[in-house]
């Protein structure tokens, strides 16, 4: 029976992030690193996963099967956890066989990988998907794709203790806000859920706004029975999920040199330039402090050449 490693829990630095343009707004900035909480079960999709392992803990069940792509952050952190841990998992990814780095990574941590082509991947949102395979491992647990879900923003909760315990070692007494990427919005509820009002979440969207964000976000804080409220998102996507323009890229390099705080073009990136947009146009007071969430994803730079060898 899998075994939630409950006795695991990983600690994410908070660190204040130095950039011009933000102290010449009187913007203060600390960027929550859940990049640094394991060399390999990085970033915010490990907290996405421990309701879900426990809840497959319950269930008896041996190990977990998931969905994702072929440069997936959160099959590449689950993989990792059950070679950490060891319970088996399984990936279901969408496409056809390719090698990449990730992949690579997930048969080295021995994740099952099936290949599902594009038509067969878009079929995971249609009734029944999950019974053929449930036939095929009954002792395998299903993960929804990333993590997402109420359990998965529960998860993500824990992040605001984090954030609690370390807020005086910066000299603050509060914060203002938080500011982070969003790809399916579950990291986004978590934190709503576990502020309750009391602090406001901005999001930016990694994907455009048709890939429904919105409404996944939406239907978390319903199952909750609370309010649409709490949050903000803003664009950030590019124009596509995975899209990426040569001012970004530029962008990321000048604030790594600057930070020495590594950053990956798909979701941080984006959302840390999204964040000088709304600086640059006066959204944010002077003296205001915001918690960016590193949301991790750093094995995803092996993608893009220019930041691979960062």
């Given amino acids: 029976m899998l075994s939630p490693p409950s006795d695991w829990l990983p600690h994410a630095p908070l660190e204040r ?22 060399p390999l079960i990085s970033g915010n999709k490990w907290f996405k996963l ?51 780095p990730t992949v690579e990574d997930l048969q080295a941590f021995g994740m099952q990988l099936h290949w599902l082509g594009y038509g067969g991947y878009r079929a995971r949102l249609e ?4 019974q053929p395979w449930h036939a095929q491992y009954p002792q395998l647990h299903p993960v929804p794709e990333g993590g997402g879900g109420l359990l998965g923003a529960r ?6 203790t984090q954030v609690g315990e370390q807020l005086k070692a910066l000299g603050w007494n509060d914060h203002d806000g938080w500011w982070l990427a969003c790809g399916t919005g579950t990291t986004l509820a978590g934190l709503v859920l576990a502020e309750a009002g009391r602090h406001p979440v901005y999001g ?24 649409d409220g709490g949050y903000e998102l803003f664009d950030g996507s590019c124009g596509g999920f995975a899209k990426v323009v040569p001012p970004l890229l530029a962008f ?31 959204f944010f007071a002077a003296g205001t402090r915001l918690i960016f969430v590193h949301t991790g994803g750093l094995q995803g730079r092996r993608g893009f050449a220019p930041l691979s060898q960062g």
């Fill in 127 to 130: 009734p029944g998907f999950w």
């Fill in 50 to 100: 421990i309701e879900h392992l426990r809840l497959a803990h319950e269930a008896g069940a041996e190990g977990v099967i998931s969905l994702g792509g072929a440069w997936s952050n959160h099959l590449h952190a689950l993989a990792a956890a059950g070679k950490r841990f060891g319970f088996p998992t399984v990936g279901l990814l969408r496409g056809h066989p390719q090698d990449t």
């Fill in 204 to 227: 930016v969207l990694a994907v455009p706004d048709d890939h429904g964000v919105a409404q996944q976000v939406e239907a978390i804080l319903g199952e909750c029975g609370l309010p």
């Fill in 252 to 282: 990321i390099e000048h604030c790594e040199r600057a930070s020495g705080i590594p950053l990956e073009p798909l979701y941080t990136g984006k959302a840390l330039w999204a964040l000088k947009q709304q600086v640059d146009a006066g």
């Fill in 155 to 160: 998860g993500c909760g824990q992040l605001l």
């Fill in 17 to 38: 992030l130095h950039l011009d343009w933000l102290a010449t707004a009187g913007i203060e900035v600390a960027v929550l690193r859940l990049d640094r909480i394991d």
